[in-house]
């Protein structure tokens, strides 16, 4: 399984930006998939979550109403689109699934793994958004 990421870059504070992650490979049914953001010294955090069947998701509270997380099962990619943003959304953003049948990992409210992303099998290589103030 291959995940790639785009669309980061640099823009100004109450800019847009919408990343991508397309994905390949043996992916089963009923898979959740996480964007995750990574500064350094920091442990990294998962900001948003979509269960690829029931079409669940999960924001952060920092980034509720500023980021939109969906898919487009036919693409196989998933994509964060980021609205308003601000200075501290500048970090390194991964998007990560999990093996098929653990869509529940982001459901009913939750973001199983939310903290660090260990539950997570499949990383992309990351792309760095960076906001200027």
């Known amino acids: 399984v291959q995940l790639v990421e785009s669309g980061g870059g640099l823009v100004q504070a109450g800019g847009s930006l919408t990343l991508s992650c397309v994905a390949s490979?043996?992916?089963?049914?009923?898979?959740?998939v996480g964007w995750f953001r990574q500064t350094p010294g920091k442990e990294r955090e998962g900001v948003s979550c979509i269960s690829r069947t029931e079409g669940d998701t999960y924001y952060i509270d920092s980034v509720k109403g500023r980021f939109t997380i969906s898919s487009d099962n036919a693409k196989h990619t998933v994509y964060l689109q980021m609205n308003n943003l601000k200075p501290e959304d500048t970090a390194e953003y991964y998007c990560?699934?999990?093996?098929?049948?653990?869509?529940?990992?982001?459901?009913?409210?939750?973001?199983?793994?939310?903290?660090?992303?260990?539950?997570?099998?499949?990383w992309g290589q990351g792309t760095q958004v960076t906001v200027s103030s």
């Open positions: 490979g043996n992916l089963y049914n009923d898979y959740a």
């Open positions: 990560a699934a999990t093996v098929g049948g653990l869509g529940y990992y982001c459901s009913g409210g939750r973001f199983v793994g939310r903290r660090g992303g260990s539950e997570y099998d499949y």
